[in-house]
T-cell receptor, first 113, second 113 residues
Framework: DQQVKQNSPSLSVQEGRISILNCDYT??????FLWYKKYPAEGPTFLIS?????DKNEDGRFTVFLNKSAKHLSLHIVPSQPGDSAVYFC????????????FGKGITLSVRP | DTGVSQDPRHKITKRGQNVTFRCDPI?????LYWYRQTLGQGPEFLTY????????KSRLLSDRFSAERPKGSFSTLEIQRTEQGDSAMYLC???????????FGPGTRLTVL
């Protein structure tokens, strides 16, 4: 039972353009959402997060949008840079419980120079 | 370096042997989590500690797995009688109780022959 779904396994974009990474969830108890970036042979690196009481959070080139009614969130990266090429994981948490993270399978982003 | 550290980074063992991994969290963090990641999947929750207390274990954590955090600082994860299905990346993360972002170590890659 995949509670967090990243249905597109890969995405390729041109440098300077926008990257949009999508994520869907099924568990309505999730109230905190996070994006992590992972390079090969390294642990995930925290990028940006959003609470369910918000619909948008922005940090530099990264913006996360949350649509609670659709149980959908997206990560926008603009402008995309070659160094952004990595695997991106969406994760969700129920903060009233133990705050363990439930991850999607990840999306491999390739930014072409 | 004040991030999460894990030791060893790589472990190759024969089926049936016992292995132990260590995680040193960010020093002020009172929550410590263990996750396991297999190829093509996102990290999956195994167990977590708040200070020295182990508060939850996933059903993924069979009786062959045991984790400790004896003084609320570093943690160890032991796998007894390893099986080939235990081959995975074992990730440790830490956080504050009231802050939901978790910070990950580089992981320990286990290969069971």
């Amino acid at each position: 039972d995949q509670q967090v779904k990243q249905n597109s396994p890969s995405l390729s974009v041109q440098e300077g353009r926008i990257s949009i990474l999508n994520c869907d969830y099924t568990n309505s108890m999730f109230d905190y959402f996070l994006w992590y970036k992972k390079y090969p042979a390294e642990g995930p690196t925290f990028l940006i997060s959003i609470s369910s009481i918000k619909d948008k959070n922005e940090d530099g080139r990264f913006t996360v949008f949350l649509n609670k009614s659709a149980k959908h969130l997206s990560l926008h990266i603009v402008p995309s840079q070659p160094g952004d090429s990595a695997v991106y994981f969406c994760a969700a948490s129920h903060t009233g419980a133990n705050s363990k993270l439930t991850f999607g399978k990840g999306i491999t982003l390739s930014v072409r120079p | 370096d004040t991030g999460v550290s894990q030791d060893p980074r790589h472990k190759i063992t024969k089926r049936g042997q016992n292995v132990t991994f260590r995680c040193d969290p960010i020093s002020e963090h009172n929550r410590l989590y263990w996750y396991r990641q297999t190829l093509g999947q996102g990290p999956e929750f195994l167990t977590y500690f708040q200070n020295e207390a182990q508060l939850e274990k996933s059903r993924l954590l069979s009786d062959r797995f045991s984790a400790e955090r004896p003084k609320g600082s570093f943690s160890t994860l032991e796998i007894q009688r390893t099986e080939q299905g235990d081959s995975a990346m074992y990730l440790c993360a830490s956080s504050f109780v009231s802050i939901y972002e978790q910070f990950f170590g580089p992981g320990t890659r286990l290969t069971v022959l």
